[in-house]
Every structure is written in C-alpha cells, then in structure tokens.
C-alpha cells in the first residue's frame, strides 16, 4: 500500500451532470476526510468519517453533496447537478487515531463547464 | 472568517540561506499545528508538526517554533536547498495529531533561488 489513492485524477463534467469521486485511505487507517481546494486557497475541511461513521460535515457540504464510506474502507464524494463554483481540486486525507498526522492522496480536479 | 493566516503569498530565498515562513492563528481552541508541502498537481505532504505544550520542534532542516500567547507559529528552514521550493501550508486542529478537522491557512509560495 502506496499511500492514499483517488480516482479519478480529472473529471469535466456539463453543468447540471453528476459526479462521482473514489477514495481508498491507507489500509490500516480509520479515519478518512474530505476537503476541497479553490485557486489561491488553502484545502477547506468538508466532512470526515471514523470507520463507517460520518463524524462531521462542514456547512461548506450543501444537499447536493453526499459522502459514504460504506464499509470504513473506501470512500466516494458525489456532487449532484454541478455548479459552476463546484470546479475545485477535491482530497482525500487518512490517519489513523492519535497515532499519525493526515497524509494526503493527490486528489480530483473537477471542471464543471 | 480566516482563522489561520499566512500573510505572505509569496517567498524568495537563496539557496543555502534560512527561509521562515509565518503563520498566525486567533482561534485559541487549537492545540496541534502542522505544517504541509505541496507540489503543483500533488496533494500536501506532511512535513512537521508541534503539539502547544511545546515551544519547539525540530526534525533534520526543518524547524516549527510556537508562541501561544502571542498565536503566532513558524517554519524555518535551514539550509534552504532548490527541492524546496513548493507551497507551504500552515494548518491548526483542536486535537492531537489533527485527528479532526484540519484548518488550513491560504499557503505561501516558497521558492528558493539556486
């Protein structure tokens, strides 16, 4: 296991289409987070998982933004009916409780058009 | 609200030289500080971290200082050397390690002149 991996590394989208993002966290880890990450802008927090469980969600996450990590392994980000301000670079981060720092995947640049 | 800050956008230091890179914060419930490295088309790399019960953390070229009462944190480099040139990013966590969430600031462009 490399580290944390994302797919895909770039999606353009129409607006108003669907998109849908993977993460897979490194193995051991529990916890998996979210952030997005605009031009000029450092990553915003979106929402993070514990296992299974969704511990928080930023206000940043409106309805049309859904997380899941179904199994506490992997996770997908879907944004529905995209927007033009949803074009961003969006991370995935994992750690593993009290014990090591986030590490970050290399992310998914989203265009919308 | 920008609870971290890094007011310069932008850095140049020479190689060889001491580059420090500032970073304040006005939340007084964060208690990890972590600073993070980014290349273009890459996410962050964790590059070193200082919990607030210390004033100091050192690891190889890399040096993380904290004044909690004045909310103030920064990253020294020495010797600074060409690889190093990327994008810093100052990051705070109420929390041990940042295992919640990570507040970033908006980064400062570090490049170091050969």
């Known amino acids: 296991d490399t580290g944390v991996s994302q797919d895909p590394r770039h999606k353009i989208t129409k607006r108003g289409q669907n998109v849908t993002f993977r993460c897979d966290p490194i193995?051991?880890?529990?916890?998996l987070y979210w952030y997005r990450q605009t031009l000029g802008q450092g990553p915003e927090f979106l929402t993070y998982?514990?296992?299974?469980?969704?511990?928080?969600k930023s206000r940043l996450l409106s309805d049309r933004f859904s997380a899941e990590r179904p199994k506490g392994s992997f996770s997908t980000l879907e944004i529905q009916r995209t927007e033009q301000g949803d074009s961003a670079m969006y991370l995935c981060?994992?750690?593993?409780?009290?014990?090591?720092?986030?590490?970050f995947g290399q992310g998914t640049r989203l265009t919308v058009v | 609200d920008q609870q971290v800050k890094q007011n310069s956008p932008s850095l140049s230091v020479q190689e060889g030289r001491i580059s420090i890179l500032n970073c304040d914060y006005t939340?007084?419930?964060?208690?990890?500080f972590l600073w993070y490295k980014k290349y273009p088309a890459e996410g962050p790399t964790f590059l070193i971290s200082i919990s607030s019960i210390k004033d100091k953390n050192e690891d190889g070229r890399f040096t993380v200082f904290l004044n909690k009462s004045a909310k103030h944190l920064s990253l020294h480099i020495v010797p600074s050397q060409p690889g190093d040139s990327a994008v810093y990013f100052c990051a705070a966590s109420p929390d041990n390690f940042g295992n919640e969430k990570l507040t970033f600031g908006t980064g400062t462009r570090l490049t170091i002149i050969p």
């Open positions: 939340n007084s419930m964060f208690d990890y």
């Open positions: 981060a994992s750690s593993f409780d009290g014990n090591t720092e986030a590490f």
């Open positions: 193995s051991e880890h529990n916890r």
């Open positions: 998982f514990q296992n299974e469980a969704q511990l928080e």
